[in-house]
């Protein structure tokens, strides 16, 4: 118990959520080339803050003169677990999860922080945040009818052409579907065998 932050120890079923969690960041970082997940330095143990970088995923940019422009610059987020994450019934949980730094046009996105939806569930993963980040990063996912940015919502709407054109490397790295089986061949010729002798 000694890793335990005070938090964890006051409520053990959250103990085990944050270990779990730590076990699924390692988990994302391996089975990712597009994706980092790092516990805040100088944070509890286990975290409860992770930061994280996806580099590859093409996004919206709104530069200061307000032109949009498509960016493939990394995108810098963090996600924090509330002390309520696992019992949580407040509605505005969805926006306390999730924060981008990188300066970013969404419709789920203002002021840096996050709308995760209201379908959003506590208790998620830190796997499955990563997944909706990674859909709501992309364009793949943007709220329309509660935007969390009116405007940028009116300009995916405007421009869904350009938003199903933005490139994101895949999240997961492929698995192969079968083993793989090498042998070494015997670099002697084959000769064909003779028949047997027979016994006439």
């Known amino acids: 118990m000694s890793t335990m932050n005070a938090a964890a120890v006051a409520d053990p079923v959250r103990g ?4 779990e969690m730590v076990e699924e ?3 994302v970082n391996l089975a990712s080339d597009i994706v980092r997940l790092m516990p ?3 944070g509890r143990a286990p975290a409860d803050i992770y930061d994280g970088m996806f580099d590859g995923v ?3 940019e709104q530069l200061a003169d307000g032109v949009v422009t498509r960016s493939m610059a990394p995108i810098d987020f963090s996600i924090s677990f509330p002390t309520n994450y696992l019992r949580s019934v407040d509605p505005r949980l969805q926006f306390q ?5 990188t300066p970013m046009l969404h419709p789920n996105v203002a002021r840096g922080i996050v709308c995760l939806g209201p379908r959003f569930a506590p208790g998620t993963g830190l796997r499955a945040l990563v997944e909706h980040l990674y859909a709501i990063f992309s364009g793949q996912v943007f709220a329309t009818d509660h935007a969390f940015d009116a405007a940028a919502r009116d300009y995916f709407l405007s421009h869904l052409d350009d938003v199903k054109a933005l490139m994101a490397k895949p999240l997961w790295r492929r698995k192969l579907a079968g083993r793989i089986r090498v042998e070494q061949l015997d670099a002697t010729p084959l000769t064909p065998k ?7």
């Not at 003779?194 to 006439?200: H, I, K, L, V």
């Open 16 to 19: 085990l959520f944050l270990e």
């Open 25 to 27: 960041a390692k988990a």
């Open 40 to 42: 805040r330095p100088g």
């Open 58 to 60: 093409e996004h919206f």
């Open 97 to 101: 999860v999730a924060r981008v730094l």
């Open 194 to 200: 003779s028949p047997p002798a027979s016994g006439r």
